[in-house]
């Protein structure tokens, strides 16, 4: 039969969209060749049903747990949103009450953050589309304040570099490559997955723009040191005459830590913090769209990189990678902020952790795995097998996917590649009753493994079981064959065969 393909098929308004002959036919439907845009419309209900039912195979954002991004508000949020979609939020002028509401947000996390900011004057601070971006913008600083000291200094200022822990998450290799900044990365080893403090500031120079610190490592959720890294870099800094500051990369821990933790000392209360970012769209439980960079003063944020635009008649200061975004993201910050208070974030991250405790209990229950993440710190948990010499956490991983659950494996970053774990990231969505029946969807994957042949070669096997001997010790107490070092190299590559072609999931 032939299907029609003008647009005045009969009955064409008449029938239900399931009807009608767009739901039988490809889409883009009427181009000969590939993906052009069809030559034609389609009426608006069939556009709708046919993109609705593509995205049923998308999985569920609720149980995604491999992001720490927002996936629930509430629905007087969805209506804020859905209201302010309209609206292009560089357009200052024409929303005022918009750029006021990103003004008092950014207030908030200041003092949220100790900056010393009086009670009536306004921090220094902005609205970005993550934390991607806001980091950008604070290496960007960072990089032009280096650099007006070296000139003043008549130092050559061609060589910037900044050092970071290898744990870093990936924009700040982005912020490197893209503005041409080398990353000095401190090194990882087994069971100390987080930049250490002592080693970061060895590595710093003459050239360095900045240590950035992170609150929340992406890994394991784990809070860096910052305190002792600003101790040891103010002595470094009084004995080298370098005035290296530092920078803390809040993204997830930024919206825990002051709830959780308000004795913890890791932002402006250390003097040499000047500047944190944190998203929004993570604990700042808005969904994705939003991030936050506040600089300590004035004087740490170069004015030679605001733009003062005579936008529409009047003048527009804006410090931003992009031009045009939309509002709703922070207006729905700003519901969270004024919606929820101090109180409702600490009981919402209380929640969290809560709950992080009841999946790690369950985990540590099944004897079979070695939980990786700490207490405190981000609510996820970082799990790996004690016994990788016939199942590996990519299988788990995989496996879990069934129930709809999406829980990423990976391997850690240099030099702990030979440890690899499955992380579950706890939002506040994600309640007991889902806790528990994740453990218990665990508990059945275990099982049916336990029953299945092994996917690894025995060559393999004798090589992950090795890497027990490295951890546990031989119990015969005969001297290993090999180097821990060959051993780790070569468990290595036995991930990579499980990992390679397979995203880390890992935001
Ligand atoms: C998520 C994350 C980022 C990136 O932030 P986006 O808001 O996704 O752009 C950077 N650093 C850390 C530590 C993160 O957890």
Not at 13 to 23: C, D, E, I, M, P
Not at 137 to 143: D, S
Not at 336 to 363: D, P, S, W
Not at 436 to 445: D, Q, T
């Amino acid at each position: 039969m032939v299907i029609s393909t003008t647009s005045t098929d009969s009955g064409e308004h008449l029938n239900s969209t399931f009807a009608s002959r767009y739901v039988r036919s490809p889409v883009p439907r009427f181009s000969e060749n590939g993906f052009k845009m069809p030559e034609n419309s389609m009426p608006k209900e069939a556009a709708y049903q046919v993109i609705t039912d593509e995205l049923m195979l998308d999985g569920n954002p609720r149980l995604n747990l491999a992001s720490f991004v927002t996936t629930w508000m509430e629905p007087e949020c969805d209506n804020l949103i859905m209201a302010s979609l309209n609206k292009n939020y560089v357009d200052m002028d024409e929303y005022p009450v918009t750029t006021e509401l990103q003004n008092r947000c950014v207030n908030m996390i200041a003092h949220l953050f100790h900056a010393p900011v009086g009670d009536k004057e306004t921090a220094v601070g902005v609205g970005t589309v993550g934390s991607s971006e806001a980091i950008m913008l604070a290496g960007l600083a960072f990089k032009r304040k280096w650099q007006q000291r070296r000139k003043a200094q008549g130092k050559p200022c061609d060589k910037p570099n900044i050092v970071t822990g290898a744990n870093v998450q990936v924009c700040w290799e982005k912020f490197a490559r893209y503005f041409e900044v080398e990353l000095k990365e401190v090194k990882l080893t087994e069971g100390y997955y987080v930049m250490n403090p002592e080693k970061a500031v060895e590595l710093v120079d003459e050239n360095t723009i900045c240590i950035a610190a992170i609150l929340g490592s992406t890994l394991t959720g784990e809070f860096e040191d910052v305190k002792r890294l600003n101790d040891l870099l103010t002595k470094k800094n009084a004995e080298t005459g370098w005035d290296t500051p530092i920078h803390v990369d809040a993204a997830s821990g930024g919206f825990i830590a002051p709830f959780i933790n308000p004795e913890l000392e890791w932002d402006f209360r250390l003097p040499l913090v000047k500047s944190i970012n944190v998203s929004g769209h993570k604990y700042g439980l808005v969904y994705a769209g939003v991030g936050w960079v506040v600089w300590r003063t004035n004087d740490d944020l170069p004015d030679e990189l605001v733009f003062h635009i005579n936008y529409l008649g009047s003048d527009q200061p804006t410090f931003t990678l992009n031009f045009s975004k939309g509002s709703s993201q922070i207006i729905a910050q700003y519901y969270q902020f004024i919606r929820l208070g101090f109180e409702g974030y600490k009981n919402v991250i209380e929640n969290c952790l809560e709950n992080a405790r009841v999946l790690k209990e369950g985990l540590e229950k099944t004897g079979r795995f070695v939980i990786v993440s700490k207490d405190v710190g981000v609510p996820l948990v970082a799990f790996s097998l004690k016994d990788s010499s016939k199942h590996t956490v990519f299988e788990i991983s995989e496996s879990l996917r069934r129930f709809g659950w999406i829980i990423p494996a990976y391997t850690m970053p240099p030099n702990a590649q030979h440890v690899a774990v499955l992380r579950a990231v706890i939002r506040e969505d994600f309640s007991r009753t889902l806790a528990e029946r994740l453990i218990s969807n665990i508990e059945e994957v275990l099982k049916e493994m336990d029953s299945l042949p092994s996917r690894i070669s025995t060559r393999e096997a004798h090589v992950t079981a090795t890497i027990h001997e490295i951890q546990g010790g031989k119990p015969d107490g005969k001297p290993l064959k090999k180097s821990v070092r060959e051993t780790q190299e070569e468990v290595t590559r036995i991930w990579k065969r499980f990992v390679d072609g397979r995203r880390t999931g890992a935001c």
